[in-house]
């Protein structure tokens, strides 16, 4: 069994300022995380992917989340928020045996970006 | 370009009425799903298929049905018998089931039941 938690539903930070969404895991086996990102009325987009290589993973668009199995994190980071970065994100975790189907989404958080 | 392209973007039903959502994709992608999105909820499995003619539920089947016929298309029909029907339907493509899960998206279409 597999889920995944976002603390926080919405998040507001100001242009500039450092992004920090939250996404803790629980899995049985060990997991692959992703965190897709999602534009108002659009389908769902792959910002980063951990596959059990290096536990910093670079993403598009300068963020960047960091695999903690000590504390079942994924947290999803960006230096400096820019407008363009409002959207909702999803934290998503499988299996390891990477099958797609078993993929389990986050319910979100939703990212607002203010001047 | 490569993509996924879903139709209609925006369709309106009436209570008792079948509606077909379409998905097309053209990445040569073997996997295709079925996931419904609503507000707080994230998204949830309804249908996947690994291979043409092949298809599986996933944890929301109830009150949908799917085809695979071709390997470009997988469609969505939303029956009567689904109790709540109106909501955000995303269709995505891997490229094989067994892989790392990462998925790509169509645009999704939106349904909602007057």
């Known amino acids: 069994a597999q889920s995944v938690t976002q603390l926080g539903s919405h998040v507001s930070v100001s242009e500039g300022a450092l992004v920090l969404l939250r996404c803790n895991y629980s899995s049985s086996v060990p997991p692959y995380l992703f965190w897709y990102v999602q534009y108002p009325n659009q389908g769902l987009q792959l910002l980063l992917k951990?596959?059990?290589?290096?536990?910093l993973v670079k993403g598009i668009n300068g963020f960047e989340a960091e695999f903690k199995k000590s504390e079942t994190s994924f947290h999803l980071t960006k230096p400096s928020a820019h407008m363009s970065d409002a959207a909702e994100y999803f934290c998503?975790?499988?299996?390891?045996?990477?099958?797609?189907?078993?993929?389990?989404f986050g319910t979100g958080t939703r990212l607002q970006v203010t001047l | 370009d490569g993509g996924i392209t879903q139709s209609p973007k925006y369709l309106f039903r009436k209570e008792g009425q079948n509606v077909t959502l379409s998905c097309e994709q053209n990445l040569n992608h073997d996997a295709m799903y079925w996931y419904r999105q609503d507000p707080g909820q994230g998204l949830r499995l309804i249908y996947y298929?690994?291979?043409?003619?092949?298809?599986q539920k996933g944890d929301i089947a109830e009150g949908y049905s799917v085809s695979r016929e071709k390997k470009e298309s997988f469609p969505l029909t939303v029956t009567s018998a689904q109790k709540n029907p109106t909501a955000f339907y995303l269709c995505a493509s891997s490229i094989g089931h067994l892989n790392t899960g990462e998925l790509f998206f169509g645009e999704g279409s939106r349904l909602t039941v007057l």
């Open positions: 951990y596959t059990s290589a290096a536990t």
């Open positions: 298929s690994q291979i043409v003619n092949d298809f």
């Open positions: 998503a975790v499988s299996p390891n045996t990477g099958t797609a189907s078993k993929l389990t």
